[in-house]
């Protein structure tokens, strides 16, 4: 590569007209750099100009300007030293007032200042006034590590669904499992898995099965109708009490309205208070003390938690009316997002699945593939198939038969973490027609003597 620094002659068109063809050639390759004839650019006649040309025999190998990128990096550099002391010029005619366009200064009337034609480098216009830069003033300020708002910490600044009105058992095992959470209450199981899915709460907190009661088999046809994933347990002791208004005494109460599992728990005690009452299922164990409340009824009473009293204003008649001291519901937290499965604490995972194929021996194969890894089983759950709900089968010798189809909900202690539960799963998925995980979470460890619901204390296990 090689530069010429030289003055243009004054007739520059009429000198390109009478030059060589060679000379033609090497105009033609100028204006394909973005260099522009003097007249286009208003210069002076004599002013300097840079005109560069590529020689590959006069670079030696790997030197700089050996090849054709280093060859135009090197015209952009020359032909920037020339639009400084051109700019310079220009400067020194805007000083002395001289408005001259032959001189390469354009006179802008309209204000009285002169405004210099920008020349063009690399086929770019390099003047400031055409980059539309935005003042330092406006530009967006970077970031900080102050305003990066840290990640909430456990339970605190999350919204949790439940079933039920403030005063429910629900409300309690949120409390419990999220401490400082916004619980938001829903009128049915329902609301609050829709209420995850939209994102209107981060978790929901929901009954699965209680020791006197058993499961909640809505919640299981939720758990698979819903996409939401099992991320935790906690199970909250279930304590009754009998609430009614201020002043009414038992002799008065003509009936006792609750949940119809509260009212299954409270039954003999109920006999054995010598209530002759009759017993109208209600949606909530709270929302019936809320009913109690709102409307004044003295000859009703309501089987609730001693919350629901404090919260309605209602005394409690009799307190601690279950029939079974250990009555203990066990909880769910739900999550749109599984949790990472781990090794170093008791995990319990969630699986359903079924199968199309005929034969008893489905379950004993599941049985069979977690003993012989010795994974123990802490529920299994069998419900009616909703898509599939009957199988027929025909035999020539005696007629068709019918068959219900089920689904089967078992929950092992393992983490799927574990290559023993992974194996399992392997196994099982062979010979099932469809297998889903509902979720692999802590188990909740804390102690038996917790305190009661009324004062929900946070398990030390539950962080997802």
């Given amino acids: 590569m090689a530069a010429i620094l030289y003055s243009r002659p004054p007739n520059h068109t009429s000198a390109v007209a009478t030059a060589s063809t060679a000379s033609r050639r090497r105009y033609a390759h100028q204006l394909t750099l973005g260099f522009r004839p003097a007249h286009t650019l208003h210069l002076r006649p004599t002013a300097p100009c840079v005109h560069c040309f590529h020689r590959p025999d006069f670079a030696g190998n790997g030197a700089v300007g050996s090849n054709r990128a280093d060859w135009l990096s090197n015209c952009a550099i020359l032909s920037s030293k020339v639009v400084v002391s051109k700019k310079q010029e220009t400067d020194n005619l805007l000083a002395s007032g001289d408005d001259d366009s032959s001189n390469g200064v354009v006179g802008d009337k309209s204000d009285g200042k002169l405004a210099p034609v920008v020349p063009v480098v690399n086929g770019h216009n390099s003047g400031l006034g055409t980059l539309d830069l935005v003042p330092v003033g406006k530009l967006p300020k970077p970031l900080t590590i102050s305003d990066l708002s840290p990640a909430p910490m456990h339970g605190s600044q999350l919204r949790v669904a439940y079933q039920g009105v403030p005063g429910a058992y629900s409300e309690a095992a949120a409390g419990r499992a999220y401490p400082n959470c916004d619980a938001i209450p829903c009128d049915q199981f329902e609301v609050a898995f829709q209420a995850v899915e939209l994102w209107i709460a981060d978790r929901a907190v929901l009954p699965v099965e209680n020791s006197l009661g058993g499961s909640i088999h809505r919640n299981y046809d939720l758990l698979l109708r819903h996409r939401l994933h099992i991320v935790g347990e906690v199970q909250m002791p279930v ?226």
């Avoid at 529920?379 to 009616?384: F, N, T, V």
């Fill in 239 to 464: 304590h009754h009490c009998l609430l009614a208004l201020p002043g009414v005494r038992k002799e008065y109460l003509t009936r006792v309205i609750s949940h119809p599992q509260a009212l299954a728990q409270c039954e003999h005690t109920l006999t054995n208070l010598g209530l002759n009452v009759a017993r109208e299922a209600f949606d909530d164990t709270a929302a019936a003390a809320e009913y109690v409340a709102a409307n004044g009824l003295r000859d009703t009473a309501a089987i609730a938690s001693a919350r629901a009293a404090k919260l309605y204003g209602l005394q409690i008649l009799a307190d601690g009316i279950q029939d079974d001291s250990g009555n203990v519901t066990r909880f769910v937290m739900l999550a749109r997002e599984p949790i990472i499965p781990r090794t170093d604490r008791p995990f319990k995972t969630s699986i359903v699945f079924a199968h199309d194929r005929e034969g008893t021996s489905l379950l004993f194969k599941v049985l069979s593939a977690f003993a012989f890894r010795d994974i123990s089983l802490t529920k299994i759950e069998s419900r009616p198939h909703r898509n599939r709900p009957i199988r027929l089968v025909d035999d020539a010798n005696v007629g068709t038969a019918k068959h219900f189809e089920y689904l089967f909900y078992l929950d092992f202690e393992a983490s799927m973490a574990e290559t023993r539960a992974q194996n399992a799963l392997s196994e099982i998925q062979e010979f099932t027609s469809f297998l889903r995980v509902l979720g692999s979470y802590p188990m909740d460890m804390t102690p038996w003597n917790a305190p009661s619901s009324s004062t929900p204390t946070s398990p030390t296990n539950l962080h997802d």
